[in-house]
């Protein structure tokens, strides 16, 4: 199966920014579906953001929680096999293990994530 690596983590003040990698490998090329959750500790599992890739063509959609549009971006280097998360204007809320996630097959949906997660990174905003 393929593996996904986040990176980028750490402790941020309220109101910096952060941006997070999450580097792909394994024997596929391509994937259908890219995006991020995270988890705060006693707390579900949130949607954060997911773009779904064109196989053929440049077209990408994003599309992201609510309450973060605007605040975060997720966008991806294809040539780096590598999937961002941009954090700016971090608020103490954000604090959370962030996981990537990735499916070759099906779109990412806040009740449907994809097949395949990273092992997550810790990002702490501090107030």
């Known amino acids: 199966q393929v593996q996904l690596v986040e990176s980028g983590g750490g402790l941020v003040q309220a109101g910096g920014s952060l941006r997070l990698s999450c580097a792909a490998s394994?024997?596929?090329?391509?994937?259908?579906?890219l995006g991020w959750f995270r988890q705060a500790p006693g707390k579900e599992r949130e949607f954060v953001a997911a773009?779904?890739?064109?196989?053929?063509?440049?077209?990408?959609?994003?599309h992201y929680a609510d309450s973060l549009k605007g605040r975060f971006t997720i966008t991806r280097d294809n040539a780096k096999n590598t999937v961002y998360l941009q954090m700016n204007s971090m608020e103490p809320e954000d604090s959370a293990v962030y996981y990537c996630?990735?499916?070759?097959?099906?779109?990412?949906?806040?009740?449907?994530?994809?097949?395949?997660w990273g092992q997550g990174a810790q990002v702490t905003v501090s107030a």
């Open positions: 394994g024997r596929t090329n391509s994937f259908y579906a």
């Open positions: 996630n990735a499916d070759h097959r099906e779109p990412i949906t806040p009740i449907q994530p994809g097949h395949y």
């Open positions: 773009m779904r890739l064109e196989e053929f063509g440049t077209y990408s959609a994003a």
